[in-house]
């Protein structure tokens, strides 16, 4: 298996990216694969920079066994250089992240998080910053399928 570094992106980085985050270092931790893979996330806009996921998010998450608490900091175009894949979890967050791409082979790495996802039908992943419970429990069943897929790509070497 290949070594990968990953980075998930969505808008504040307190909802989405530091949730799938979370649930693929989970994934990573209970196949022992800490060696091969590197997890991050960030966010298009620097709103919340150095804060912690939502409390909502993180009460969600935590009720699944998860630790959401990666501090939150915005995108740059040095993470080009630092990661192999950049997952967007909607289409304004990979055009945000596009623009700033610096060249041909930085724009490959670019994917949106639902392209992995096997038992969803959903184009993007929605935000459930503005929504009730039932937006953080979607947001993580999208999340927990889509880095399924992903892993599975990864210990296939198939990225």
């Known amino acids: 298996m ?5 980075l998930f992106v969505c808008l504040g980085n307190i909802c989405r990216s530091p949730a799938a985050e979370g649930v693929l270092k989970k994934m990573i ?8 893979i590197t997890v991050d996330s960030a966010g298009t806009s620097g709103y919340h920079n150095g804060d912690l996921p939502d409390p909502r998010m993180r009460r969600h998450g935590a009720r699944r066994g998860y630790k959401f608490d990666s501090l939150s900091r915005k995108f740059t175009c040095g993470d080009f250089y630092d990661f192999d894949i950049i997952l967007a979890m909607d289409d304004n967050n990979y055009r945000d992240i596009m623009r700033l791409a610096p060249d041909l ?3 490959k790495k ?17 935000d459930p910053y503005y929504s009730g419970a039932d937006g953080f429990e979607l947001a993580l069943d999208l999340l927990e399928d889509a880095c399924e897929g992903l892993l599975n790509k990864m210990t296939r070497s198939e990225l």
């Open 110 to 126: 670019v994917r949106r998080m639902v392209d992995f996802s096997t038992r969803f039908g959903y184009d993007h992943i929605p």
């Open 105 to 107: 082979e930085s724009e």
């Open 29 to 36: 931790e209970k196949q022992g694969l800490q060696d091969k």
């Open 2 to 6: 290949k070594n990968y570094k990953v």
